[in-house]
C-alpha cells in the first residue's frame, strides 16, 4: 500500500530537549516536504527536498532541520525546541518533474512543548 | 504575510445547499492544487489544474482556474454530511516553482 508514514503520532516534551520526527514514505517519491498546521494559518511549509542531499527551507524554517540521506526518509529535527513549536505537523512527498506534483500526506504528528 | 488568501474562513450550508470557496493569489501561479482535510484527518488530494481558464467536474465538485492564473474556485453543488471539512487550494509560482503555497482554508460544516 502506496503510503507516507510518521513517527510518533504525539509527542509532549519540555523546552530545549531535541526531539526528531521521522517521516518516510515507500512510493520512491523524488520530493518530500514539512509542513506545520495552526488554526487560521493553514499549512505551511518548513523544509523541503527534491531529492536526495537537495534541501532547501520553505516559508517558516526557523528552529527546525532535516536531512535527505535516503530517498525514502526525511526526518525533522527540532534542536531546541520551543512553546511557539507546539503545532501540528505533516510530512507530504510527491513526484517532482518540473514541479512537485500530487502531494500524499501522513498522518500527522501533534506536537506540544511545555 | 500569507500569499494565498481564501475566502470565506468557515462557512455554515444547510444541506442541500451548494457551496463556494474562492482562492486568491498575489502572484502567478503555475499551477492549483486543492486537498480536502476531514476533522482530525491529514489533507487528501482532490484535483489539479494546470491551463489558464481550466474548468473541472468531479461529481458535484467544480473547480476553475482563473485566465490570469491568480486565481480559482472550488464549487460544491447539493452538498452532503459528507462534504464536511476544510478545503485548502495549494500552489507553485511560476518564479519559484519547487516551493508549494497552501492558503488557509476554508472550513464547511454542513447542517443535515
Known amino acids: 500500500e502506496a503510503q507516507v508514514t510518521q513517527n510518533p503520532r504525539y509527542l509532549i516534551t519540555v523546552t530545549g530537549k531535541k526531539l526528531t520526527v521521522t517521516c518516510s514514505q515507500n512510493m520512491n517519491h523524488e520530493y518530500m516536504s514539512w509542513y506545520r498546521q495552526d488554526p487560521g494559518l493553514g499549512l505551511r511549509q518548513i523544509y523541503y527536498s527534491m531529492n536526495v542531499e537537495v534541501t532547501d527551507k520553505g516559508d517558516v524554517p526557523e528552529g527546525y532541520k532535516v536531512s535527505r540521506k535516503e530517498k525514502r526518509n526525511f526526518p525533522l529535527i527540532l534542536e531546541s525546541p520551543s512553546p511557539n513549536q507546539t503545532s501540528l505537523y505533516f510530512c507530504a512527498s510527491s513526484r517532482f518533474t518540473i514541479e512537485p506534483e500530487t502531494q500524499y500526506f501522513g498522518p500527522g504528528t501533534r506536537l506540544l512543548v511545555l | 504575510g500569507q500569499q494565498v488568501m481564501q475566502i470565506p474562513q468557515y462557512q455554515h450550508v444547510q444541506e442541500g445547499e451548494d457551496f463556494t470557496t474562492y482562492c486568491n493569489s498575489s502572484t502567478t501561479l503555475s499551477n492549483i492544487q486543492w486537498y480536502k482535510q476531514r476533522p482530525g484527518g491529514h489533507p487528501v488530494f482532490l484535483i489539479q489544474l494546470v491551463k489558464s481558464g481550466e474548468v473541472k467536474k468531479q461529481k458535484r465538485l467544480t473547480f476553475q482556474f482563473g485566465e490570469a492564473k491568480k486565481n480559482s474556485s472550488l464549487h460544491i453543488t447539493a452538498t452532503q454530511t459528507t462534504d464536511v471539512g476544510t478545503y485548502f487550494c495549494?500552489?507553485?509560482?511560476?518564479?519559484?516553482?519547487?516551493?508549494?503555497?497552501f492558503g488557509p482554508g476554508t472550513s464547511l460544516s454542513v447542517i443535515p
Open positions: 495549494a500552489g507553485t509560482k511560476r518564479t519559484s516553482y519547487d516551493k508549494v503555497i
